[in-house]
């Protein structure tokens, strides 16, 4: 509810004192319309909250395998408006938080968010940049973009500019830790809801795989292109003799067939594996060189990108602007309700990973997950910012951590 406690006087510009306690201007022109102008734009404090959610079976991928998602949870004030965001990453992510938002945020103009962020990386150089301490600063800059577009009263996808009031996702899970029927039902149920694509983990059983990938295909029937991940499990030659066996059971797509650090290894396969599959990596760039570096060494047919881990909205941004100046489409690794806003707002942008363990934890924790409808994501235009609140009493059973810094 907006209270006024000063008197409107007609013909002027007043200050007044809100019923929350912000101050903002009222143009009281004759003719003007009423505008509310915050005038407390630098950020008051901040809360880091971290979450630790078991899967719901335990998940395994070629290289890896867990059975909980920690995820850590942001939230900036300034005057009457808090931005939200977050990255997924490990519980120690929540301590580098803190320390930027202390030592490089508050106090800060939400509108400098470039400045804001050259400071973090400053702040962090003796750390060492990529990694946990990228996804902290991911989770504060994603914030500060959240917190801007809620101080203007905008969807943040208006905030960036749409090129698209929606964007296709895929389906991704598949995991090798899945039985032939849980990863049929799962693929199945992608299928039906309209998906397009949808991608399996490959890898950990490399002898088993093809099995899997015909069973795949026979409950697919045609109605989804498949694309699979590695997860960096082989070695360059044997990835290539892979994306020929991938490719003649119709795959499209080959993610990460070597690891993400082995650029040359990933530009052979590119290079020698039919036409008809596409090599597509970059989860793992932490920092805008890491995407020059993909890019430079010709590895990949795709670039991917994620918002939660390359430092934020900010970097996410200059990732696309390198696929339109190197005719690369953009593809958003899991967190889809940060990037299907993103993803709208980027012409490079082809679709956006559809990550079953995200998909499940942001419907779980916050209201206002984007969800994919007929395969395809739509954020929600009538919520300001990235439109994301915490459910609290929902999210607090799986709260490991609570710091405030003010
Ligand atoms: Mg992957």
Redesign the pocket.
Known sequence: MLRLFAPRIPGTFTTLRLGNGAVCTVDTRPGSSLQRMPHDTRVSSGLVETFTIPTSTPESDGTASWDSTTVVVVQLTAGAHTGLAYTYTYEAAADICAYLIHKEVLSKDVHFIPKIHLDMDRAVRNMGRPGLVSCAIAAIDNCLWDLKARMLGLPLLQLLGAARDQIAAYGSGGFTSYTDKELIEQVSNWAEEGFSCVKMKVGRDPHRDPHRIKEVQKALGGRAKLYV?A?GAFHPKTALEKSREYADLGAVWF??PVSSDDRSGLNFVREHCPPRICVAAG?YAYVPDDFRLLIQAEAVDVLQADGTRCGGISNFLEAAGACEMFHLPLSA?TSPSLHATLCCALTPAMNVEYFYDHYRIESMIFDGAVLARKGMLAPDQTRPGLGLQLKELDAAKFRVSRKTVS
Do not use: K
Request: hydrophobic residues 0%; without cysteine.
């Open positions: 991940d997860n993610e990460e989860e690794h």
